[in-house]
């Protein structure tokens, strides 16, 4: 899922803003952020971190968090059904 926000890390490529800090010149650069939310059951959770990872990670400031939590209950939207996960 692509998001729609950005993070404020620094960042190489072009200065798609400016700022000032002390009269000193600084360069605010903007790198795209994705969300990606999954749920899935216990004995697999390892995996899918491992398969995220090796993915997505660039060795990079901003490479982001996994979050592991507890899944309690779900529900259907539409028909109201408990725990259809």
Do not use: Y
Not at 47 to 58: G, L, P, R
Not at 62 to 70: A, E, L
């Amino acid at each position: 899922m692509q998001c729609g926000w950005h993070g404020r890390h620094r960042s190489a490529g072009p200065r798609p803003s400016a700022r000032a800090l002390r009269r000193v010149p600084w360069v605010v650069r903007l790198l795209p952020k994705i969300k990606i939310t999954a749920v899935v059951p216990d004995e697999t959770a390892e995996d899918v971190i491992t398969a995220i990872t090796s993915v997505v990670k660039t060795g990079e400031i901003g490479d982001g968090w996994i979050f592991v939590i507890p899944i309690e209950e779900s529900r259907s939207i539409r028909t109201g059904e408990r725990n259809v996960v």
